[in-house]
Structures are given as C-alpha cells and as structure tokens.
C-alpha cells in the first residue's frame, strides 16, 4: 500500500550556492558568460529516491500496458552563449547556422526565433525548456516544444567544463517534444507524443546538443 505522504528528499545540508558554481569555457570568440551548473562534488551527494517509498519496485505495484517506441528523427541543436536571468536560469539562443532535423518523410533546419531556458534544480538536476522554429526543406513552418531532465555524473561534468563532448552513456539527458504546425503535409506531427535521448552533448567552441527522437505509440 502507498504511504499517504512522502517527505521531500534531503539536500544534505548543502548551501545553495555550492550548486551554482560559475563555469567559464573559453573559444576563439572569447570567455563565455558564466553558466551555474553543479560541481562533481554536488553531483556525487545528489541522494537517489527511496523507491521503495513511493511504490515503484517490483510488489509495490505492476503495470497494466506497456511503453512503445519507433524511431522518429535525429535532430542537431547548435548552442550559442547562455544569458544569465537568475541565479539558476540560463537563456540560450540557438543558431539556425548548422542545425539540422532528419528523419523518414521529413528534413527541415532551425529558424529564429528558438531557444533553450536551463534551470538548476535544488537537488543539483538540470531541466530544460526548448521551445524550436523549424523550417522543412520545401518551405513548411513547424513548431517544436519539449522539457527534459539532465543528470550528468561527475567525470562528465568535469569534461563538459573542459569543453569536451559527452554522449548518453556519461549523462542522463531525456526530453519529451510534441510538435504544431498548419501544414497539412507535416499535420501528422500534430498528434505525435516524442521521448527524445540525448547522443551528444558539448559546450565552448562546438557547442551543440544531439537527440536520437522517438514516437511513443
């Protein structure tokens, strides 16, 4: 039986500002405004849920249906530098310049307006608000909109500093896209609900997000 409430997770006892170090990357372009992400040592205390707790081990319950998934698009997400609106909100601009969107039936590039609003959590997560202008090869306008959730494990964090790129087996990195659009061609994409994984990720010079994109059926 589920408990009738369930206490908040502890932060033990971190400071709030321990989970918003400034991280300067530099580029040909010059340093890149300060990004408050968590350091390796916050990462490495982030206390994971009592599963237990909140029924979802097996006993506690168990599914009636069953997720399915079939491949949708890959898409290329140019990053410019973030601007700083809080303490733990960063704005990104994202470039139209080397953006890409491939998949059956459709290919289509990133237009302005689009951007990415990445906010801190307390517990040190990362959850991300992208709302993209997608323009097809052969002229149809299509909004994109997804959340996501990044958990990046230490090392990762250290090399994302650097300005190194990671991929999905160092970070957790999902988002959930749906899509608007009044074209009648791309219409289908009206009624799709997407799960989207991270497969590379990469700040500084290159800095880039790319998804693998999926319909959920």
Same mark, same amino acid.
């Given at each position: 039986?589920?408990?009738?409430?369930?206490?908040?997770?502890?932060?033990?006892?971190?400071?709030?500002?321990?989970?918003?170090e400034a991280v300067h990357l530099?580029?040909?372009?010059?340093?890149?405004?300060?990004f408050q992400l968590p350091t390796p040592g916050d990462l490495a205390h982030v206390p994971a849920p009592d599963l237990a707790l909140i029924g979802l081990v097996e006993g506690a319950a168990?599914?009636?249906?069953?997720?399915?998934?079939?491949?949708?698009?890959t898409l290329y997400v140019p990053l410019e530098r973030p601007l700083s609106a809080a303490d733990n909100l960063k704005v990104w601009n994202i470039r139209?310049?080397? !953006? *890409? +969107?491939a998949g059956p039936g459709?290919?289509?590039?990133? $237009?302005?307006?689009?951007?990415d609003w990445a906010r801190v959590m307390p517990s040190g997560h990362i959850r991300v608000d992208?709302?993209?202008t997608l323009e097809s090869d052969d002229g149809h306008t299509i909004s994109m909109f997804y959340n996501g959730i990044v958990h990046m494990k230490a090392d990762a964090m250290q090399r994302v500093m650097?300005?190194?790129?990671?991929?999905?087996?160092?970070?957790?990195?999902?988002?959930?896209?749906?899509?608007?659009?009044?074209?009648?061609?791309? !219409? *289908? +994409?009206?009624?799709?609900q997407a799960i989207g994984k991270? $497969?590379?990720?990469?700040?500084?010079?290159?800095?880039?997000v790319k998804y693998d994109i999926f319909r959920v059926k």
């Open positions: 039986m589920l408990p009738t409430a369930v206490s908040p997770l502890p932060l033990n006892g971190w400071p709030r500002t321990s989970l918003a530099h580029s040909q372009e010059g340093t890149v405004q300060p168990s599914p009636s249906t069953a997720l399915e998934t079939e491949y949708l698009m139209s310049q080397g !953006s *890409w +969107l459709i290919n289509a590039k990133i $237009v302005n307006p689009s951007g992208v709302r993209l650097r300005g190194e790129s990671i991929t999905d087996k160092e970070a957790y990195f999902v988002v959930a896209p749906t899509f608007e659009t009044r074209s009648e061609k791309y !219409s *289908w +994409l009206n009624g799709v991270m $497969v590379s990720f990469q700040r500084g010079g290159e800095s880039h």
